[in-house]
């Protein structure tokens, strides 16, 4: 079965600076991969997605993603964070064969300050 | 505006308690799916349907029922309210089960606190 990791229960950045999330996938072939922004109080909202072609995928709000296969990763970045960034992120993973099923990592919370 | 309703958004049940937490969507997906969110475990899948009449298990669905006689509704059954059913819980649904074509879209979710 397919799992999801993300190392980083929260970060804390600066308005400006870059921001990079970590996400990495188990999963025997390649997987649909996904990264979801949740700001409170809200539903889960599609920032990106990669399933085959160029990896690196653009995404909404100017974030980015990067899949590397030797890695399992598939890291979000941002070169210049907002402040409404601020939020929760989840990185899922979903197979071919599951019906549209996703496995969800445990989310990255981020702070950012002024 | 098209979307996904959850309802109610906030529910303070006891324990032994019946609840049921309501999904609509007015895309007409076939695909849709109830989540629950706790810290520390990111969203976990309770239970999915590909279409209406057809519903299938998640990795967490002991204690919860579901049913989707419409296709546009799929309410989700906690028949005997436990402490640990306390959580977060979102319905998403999509158009197909190719997630390359049609990601996931979700409700706004359900508070819910089982006392």
């Known amino acids: 079965a397919q799992s999801v990791t993300q190392p980083d229960i929260h970060i804390t950045v600066s308005e400006g600076a870059s921001l990079e999330l970590r996400c990495n996938y188990s999963y025997g072939a390649t997987p649909y991969l996904f990264w979801y922004v949740q700001s409170p109080g809200q539903g889960l909202q599609l920032l990106l997605k990669?399933?085959?072609?160029?990896?690196l995928v653009q995404g909404i709000k100017g974030f980015e993603a990067e899949f590397k296969r030797s890695q399992s990763s598939f890291n979000l970045r941002k070169p210049s964070v907002h402040w409404s960034d601020a939020a929760e992120y989840f990185c899922?993973?979903?197979?071919?064969?599951?019906?549209?099923?996703?496995?969800f990592g445990q989310g990255t919370i981020l702070t950012v300050h002024p | 505006d098209a979307g996904i309703t959850q309802s109610p958004r906030y529910k303070i049940t006891e324990t032994g308690r019946q609840v049921t937490l309501m999904c609509h969507q007015t895309?007409?997906?076939?695909?849709m799916f109830w989540y629950r969110q706790d810290l520390g475990h990111g969203l976990r899948l309770i239970y999915y349907?590909?279409?209406?009449?057809?519903?299938d298990k998640g990795e967490v669905p002991d204690g919860y029922v579901v049913s989707r006689s419409k296709t546009e509704n799929f309410p989700l059954t906690l028949e005997s309210a436990t402490r640990s059913q306390t959580s977060v819980y979102f319905c998403?649904?999509?158009?197909?089960?190719?997630?390359?074509?049609?990601?996931?879209?979700f409700g706004d979710g359900t508070r819910l606190s089982i006392l």
């Open positions: 998403a649904s999509s158009e197909e089960a190719n997630l390359g074509n049609q990601p996931q879209h």
């Open positions: 990669y399933f085959s072609g160029d990896t």
């Open positions: 899922a993973v979903g197979v071919i064969t599951s019906y549209g099923k996703l496995t």
């Open positions: 895309w007409s997906h076939s695909y």
């Open positions: 349907s590909a279409a209406a009449d057809i519903t």
